[in-house]
């Protein structure tokens, strides 16, 4: 029986602004990308984040953006090697403290936006941001997009990686995303997202925005947690991937730490 890891954005919400369904959606995924301030979130809800997903087993990972609140982490921004490493460590530790409180661990961490494309791409950012999730902690699951750059920098750097997909965006001929500002790059319709989820975790296939078709081996999936159906959306999703014989498990962190 093939498994996969389904994991959603989560804990985006700020000071007196609601964002996202996340107690309807947590009991359907595997893995809790929780924002940790920069693009997202803040310390209360930070908090909350880390408790919703102790109570239903979901593995928690540290979600870390450029630092870019107006923006929601979507906006490219020019950083150095440096700064990347810099503010991965500054966001992984931040979130740390309330899993450690809280008497549980991160398992993951997935860059967000802008960062998680621009890794994608750049070696040398991924690299940084491979690094800076060994020094914190080398059991950690990097997630990065299928076959690119950063689950690349991951494995050179020792640690277990997730090669991610995505159930509600189009791909383009290279297996790269359809960027958001082109028509019809994200799948609005549940059907058609559920049913290009299920094709990616049973055959390993992906239709293109063109008309063809792409190879795509994935660990994980992602449910976008902004979606304004999230809730129905995770359901109807993991339904379907347990009807198709998939079983839904999180990935797995390395033996080390």
């Known amino acids: 029986m093939p498994d996969i890891d389904l994991n959603c954005d989560m804990g985006e919400s700020f000071g007196a602004w609601s964002m996202g369904q996340d107690a309807q ?28 997903a102790q109570q ?26 440096d700064e990347a490493h810099a503010l991965t460590l500054y966001q ?12 549980t661990r991160l398992a993951h961490v997935k860059p967000h936006g802008a ?34 750059a950063l689950p690349r920098a991951g494995t050179a750097a ?13 791909y383009q001929a290279d297996g790269s995303l359809t ?11 549940v059907d058609a997202a559920v049913a290009q989820a299920v094709h990616i975790a049973t055959m390993g296939k992906v239709d293109t925005h063109a008309g063809g078709t792409f190879e795509l081996h994935a660990d994980t999936i992602c449910v976008h947690g902004d ?18 014989g998939v079983q839904i498990r999180r990935c797995q962190a390395a033996a080390s730490a």
């Open 25 to 52: 959606v947590m009991p359907w995924i595997s893995s809790a990308n929780i924002a940790c301030g920069f693009h997202a979130g803040d310390f209360a809800t930070m908090q909350r984040s880390v408790t919703l």
């Open 56 to 81: 239903h087993g979901v593995a928690i990972g540290a979600h870390v953006s450029l630092p870019d609140l107006q923006g929601f982490g979507r906006r490219e921004m020019r950083v150095s090697a």
């Open 92 to 103: 992984l530790g931040a979130l740390d403290a309330f899993a450690r409180a809280a008497g």
């Open 115 to 148: 960062l998680y494309h621009m890794a994608a791409r750049d070696a040398a950012l991924a690299d940084a941001i491979a690094r800076a999730v060994r020094e914190f902690d080398a059991g950690l699951v990097l997630f990065g997009l299928a076959g690119s």
């Open 158 to 170: 020792g640690l277990r990686v997730a090669h991610e997909a995505f159930a509600d965006r189009r």
């Open 179 to 189: 960027p958001r500002s082109a028509g019809g790059a994200v799948i609005e319709d």
């Open 227 to 244: 979606r304004p159906d999230a809730a129905l959306f995770a359901r109807r999703l993991s339904e379907a991937l347990r009807s198709a």
